[in-house]
């Protein structure tokens, strides 16, 4: 059958598609003759879902890192403008 499934065999054979995807990869749920849906372990799931590192990782890492930026905002009051 390979990695490819009708939506009605993936509906039958369940319990086997689960397997295949632990054991085998990626499956493939198919529906009107068009790849519809992919069924994949929950390690591999998780390996896609995660960021690659956080976000004070991220921005440590940033070629703007070492710079001395002035982040102070300018609280002078805005100009007047006629509506």
Known sequence: MGNVWQLQEAKNRFSNLVDKAHHEGPQFVTK????SVVVIAIEDYQKLSEPASDLLSFFKQSPLSGLNLNLDRDKSPSRDIML
């Open 32 to 35: 009107h003759g068009r790849k």
